[in-house]
C-alpha cells in the first residue's frame, strides 16, 4: 500500500489537464428575466406601522426585557428592520436584547454565532440593543411525542420573546409552514440542541415535528409576537407583517403561499450543466437553494429544472468556511475546499442529518477544468453544443449566462426580456472566471 499523503498541489502532474485539453468551452450570453419589483421603498415607515398597530403595541409594556431574534440567513435589509423594531420598543419603556436564533450555525458555539450576525451588520451599535450570545438552553416542555422542546437560556429569562425571520419554501421538506416563524421557534431559538432534537425525526416528518414544537414555544405566554418578512424575485424586501402569538400557525401558511409564488427560478426545465459561482448560508440553508437549481438533500421535497452535471465554483465570506451544500455538486474547485472551515461545517450537517450535503466531490484546480470536466463527463450530449446556465448565486437569478446552444429556447420565452450577444468566457491567469 502506498504510504503517499495527498499534496494539495492540483494537478501536479498535469494529468487532467491533458484528458480534458479537447474540451471546447461555449460561448455564453448573459439574460436578463422579467420580475415584478415590489420592493418596499420606506422599510423604517412599514415597521413602525406594523410595530404601532393596537394588537402589536399593546404587548409591550414597561420595564419588560424583550428578546429579538436573529437568524443565519443573509435577510435584505434586516439590519434596518432590527433597529426600527429594537427602537419601536425602547419607545415603549421597554428593554431590549437581540440573540441569534440560529440552531447549530456558527460553528455551534457562542462566539461564532455572534460572529455570524456581526458579519451581516448586526451589532449593538448597529441595531441599538445588545447582542447577547449563548448556546445553553432551558427544556420548556415536551411535545405530544415526548420529545424535550429547548429554549435559549438569554431569551428563557426574557419577559417576552419577539420572533423576527423570514418565510419562504424550505429546501428540505414541503409542508404548510416550511421556512418561517414556527421554524424559528423550533429549531433558531432552541439552539444545537433544540436543533438536534428537532432534526432526530427526519425530514419527512417535519411538516409536524416543527409545529409541534413551536406550539409549546408559544404556550410559555413568552412570545409577544412574530414579524415575518417576505422577499421578491429581487431578493428585496416585499413584504413585512407584525402577526400576534395566536394568529401566527394560520397566517403563516398564507404568507408562505405568497413567498412562493414571489421565489425566482431559471427559467429553463432541462439542460445538461448548472453553475453556481457561489455559494453560503447567507444565501440559503443548503449553500444554494435547491427550490432554484433542483438539487435538493433530501426526497421530501422537489421541483426545479432537471440536470446532467452541477458545478460550484466558490462559498462566500459571509458564510465564514460554512461550504454546507457542497455535497450536491458533482465538481467544485481548489479554491473553495481551501477556504472550507470544517468545524463550521460539520456541526451543521450532523445536527441536520444531512451528512449528503457535506459529502466531497470531484474538486478541480480551477473553473476552467471543472467546467470541461462537467461537458466531458455528461453522457448523451452534444459535446460541441453543450447547454448550460451559469448563476452567480440562488439569491440572485434576474441575470444570469447561457450557453449559445440555449439561445433559441431562450427567443421564444417571453418571461426573457433581453439577450446580450454570446461571448467567449474570460479565465484570469489562473484558470478561473472573472
Request: proline share 6%.
Amino acid at each position: 500500500m502506498s504510504s503517499r499523503r495527498s499534496t494539495m498541489v492540483w494537478d501536479r502532474a498535469g494529468v487532467l489537464s491533458a484528458i480534458l485539453e479537447p474540451v471546447r468551452l461555449p460561448r455564453m450570453a448573459q439574460i436578463r428575466q422579467r420580475f415584478v419589483d415590489n420592493g418596499i421603498r420606506d422599510i423604517p415607515a412599514v415597521v413602525e406601522r406594523e410595530m404601532n398597530r393596537p394588537a402589536i403595541a399593546s404587548r409591550i409594556r414597561p420595564g419588560m426585557s424583550i428578546a429579538i431574534t436573529a437568524g443565519s440567513r443573509g435577510i435584505a435589509n434586516i439590519v434596518v428592520i432590527l433597529r426600527e423594531i429594537v427602537a419601536a420598543v425602547k419607545e415603549r419603556g421597554a428593554h431590549p436584547f437581540v440573540f441569534p436564533a440560529m440552531g447549530s450555525h456558527g460553528g455551534a458555539t457562542a462566539e461564532g454565532q455572534r460572529l455570524l450576525l456581526e458579519g451581516y451588520g448586526i451589532t449593538e451599535h448597529a441595531v441599538g440593543a445588545p447582542v447577547r450570545s449563548t448556546m445553553d438552553t432551558c427544556v420548556i416542555g415536551t411535545t405530544g411525542g415526548g420529545l424535550p422542546v429547548h429554549l435559549d437560556q438569554y431569551a428563557a429569562a426574557a419577559d417576552g420573546i419577539i420572533v423576527v425571520g423570514r418565510i419562504k419554501p424550505h429546501t428540505a421538506f414541503h409542508g404548510t409552514c416550511e421556512s418561517g416563524l414556527l421554524k424559528m421557534m423550533a429549531i433558531g431559538m432552541g439552539k444545537q440542541r433544540g436543533a438536534e432534537t428537532c432534526h432526530a425525526a427526519g425530514f419527512g416528518r417535519f411538516a409536524e415535528v416543527v409545529p409541534s414544537f413551536a406550539r409549546i414555544v408559544l404556550s410559555t405566554g413568552k412570545v409577544l409576537f412574530g414579524v415575518g418578512i417576505i422577499e421578491n424575485s429581487f431578493d428585496d424586501t416585499c413584504r413585512i407583517e407584525a402577526v400576534p402569538p395566536d394568529d401566527i400557525e394560520g397566517r403563516e401558511p398564507q404568507l408562505l403561499e405568497e413567498a412562493r409564488r414571489l421565489m425566482p427560478t431559471i427559467p429553463f426545465a432541462e439542460f445538461d450543466v448548472l453553475v453556481v459561482d457561489t455559494i453560503g448560508k447567507n444565501f440559503s440553508g443548503d449553500g444554494a437553494d435547491p427550490n432554484i437549481t433542483g438539487t435538493y438533500c433530501t426526497p421530501y421535497a422537489s421541483g426545479g429544472p432537471r440536470i446532467k452535471r452541477y458545478v460550484i465554483l466558490d462559498v462566500a465570506e459571509d458564510s465564514h468556511g460554512n461550504s454546507v451544500g457542497v455535497g450536491m455538486a458533482d465538481i467544485t474547485t481548489a479554491r473553495l475546499m481551501e477556504k472550507t472551515d470544517y468545524d463550521a461545517m460539520y456541526p451543521n450537517a450532523l445536527t441536520s442529518r444531512a451528512l449528503n450535503t457535506v459529502r466531497i466531490p470531484m474538486v478541480l484546480k480551477n473553473d476552467v477544468l471543472a467546467l470541461k470536466a462537467a461537458v466531458f463527463s455528461s453522457v448523451g450530449i452534444d459535446p460541441e453544443h453543450p447547454r448550460i446556465v451559469r448563476i452567480a448565486n440562488t439569491s440572485h437569478v434576474e441575470t444570469l449566462c447561457i450557453s449559445e446552444a440555449m439561445l433559441e429556447e431562450a427567443s421564444k420565452n417571453p418571461s426573457i426580456i433581453s439577450i446580450e450577444p454570446p461571448a467567449e468566457m474570460v479565465f484570469d491567469s489562473g484558470g478561473n472566471l472573472f
